[in-house]
């Protein structure tokens, strides 16, 4: 599946991507339309207070200052204001945070294990596992021979991956994360996803994709020296696309007969995008069957003397 510009990508935007989970939806909302609105309330209070503070009391119009220290009505008041503003925020948040870790039965569960520097996906119910390792450029000094290079349709530089992540659109996906050296990060912005994968512990978070497409995130915690060359590549399909993809890595659907894996099937890899191989010696031949009897004669004579 070719990626789709401005979905699941930077787009150069300075807002937040554009969600396609429930929970990122909501969470989306409630940026844009609540905290900010709440931010800019403040910042509006703010100016006004330090304008009036500048006009009324500047020096020229207060020859002689007041010397009042206390206005009860006053701190009651700044210090009311700050707390029905906090509990307004504070309600809602528990309530996303609530509905963000009580997740739904899960369709399908994938276990991410982060490496220095790259990630394992494991499917435990259809078993099915690999390694995905970010693409270089064509111009890269350290592609190796019959190392394939990044293309437009793998995805943005840096961010795409030799072996994508596959799962159902409109499934409910459990991700169970961890690590297996330092402290990674999971983070899929536009499924409103960052969890932290720590050595020894796992982590649970999750997601119902709405839409077929490919989404891209990275590595949000730094790990070590190439810490930015860890992408993530997801890709949401149909349901039935799906399960021809895990048939393709040799694995079954939960309760489906094992099938032959198609060895077609495997990431797009063509002669145009594929560095040639070094030249290999081609082996000796075989020595013909009179050398061979005749070996074994004077084996045999040998150990008759």
């Known amino acids: ?18 969600q396609v989970t429930p929970i990122g939806h909501e969470a989306a909302d409630f940026h844009n339309y609540f905290l900010l609105t709440v931010c800019a309330g403040i910042s509006l209070l703010v100016l006004l207070l330090l304008v009036v503070a500048l ?5 020229g119009a207060n020859p002689v200052p007041s010397r009042n220290s206390h206005n ?5 008041v700044w210090t009311l204001v700050p707390v029905i503003i906090l509990v307004a925020i504070a309600l809602p948040s528990i309530q996303l945070l609530r509905r963000q870790y009580s997740p739904p039965p899960a369709d399908l569960t994938v276990k991410v294990t982060g490496h220095q520097w790259y990630w394992t996906y494991e499917y435990p119910d259809n078993g099915v596992s690999f390694d ?3 693409l270089k450029e064509k111009g890269d000094p350290t592609l190796q021979a019959g190392q ?4 437009d349709a793998d995805g943005p530089p840096l961010l795409a991956a030799d072996e994508r992540m596959v799962i159902p659109a409109g499934k ?21 996803i960052k969890q932290d994968a720590n050595p020894g512990q796992l982590h649970e978070t999750w997601a119902k994709v709405e839409k077929p497409g490919v989404y891209f995130g990275q590595c949000s915690e730094l790990c070590g020296a190439r810490h930015g060359f860890m992408p993530i590549v997801i890709e949401a399909v149909p349901p039935a696309q ?5 048939a393709s890595k040799g694995g079954t659907m939960p309760g489906a007969k094992p099938a032959a894996p198609d060895s077609t099937a495997i990431s797009p890899v063509t ?3 594929v560095a040639a191989p070094a030249a290999t010696p081609q082996p000796a031949s075989p020595p013909s069957a009179t050398a061979i009897k005749q070996t074994a004669t004077n084996q045999a004579a040998t150990a008759q003397n």
């Not at 009860?72 to 009651?76: D, G, H, K, N, Q």
């Not at 409910?172 to 409103?192: E, G």
């Not at 799906?242 to 895990?246: E, I, L, M, P, S």
Request: aromatic letters at 14%.
């Open 1 to 18: 599946m070719v990626p789709t510009p401005g979905l699941g990508e930077p787009d150069g935007r300075k807002g937040l991507q554009d």
């Open 55 to 59: 006009v009324r009391f500047r020096r």
């Open 72 to 76: 009860t009505a006053l701190e009651v």
């Open 132 to 134: 995905s390792y970010m």
């Open 148 to 151: 394939r290079w990044r293309t």
């Open 172 to 192: 409910v996906v459990k991700f169970i994360v961890t690590a297996d050296d330092v402290i990674h990060s999971f983070a899929m912005p536009a499924f409103w």
């Open 242 to 246: 799906f399960a021809q993809w895990v």
């Open 271 to 273: 002669p145009s995008n």
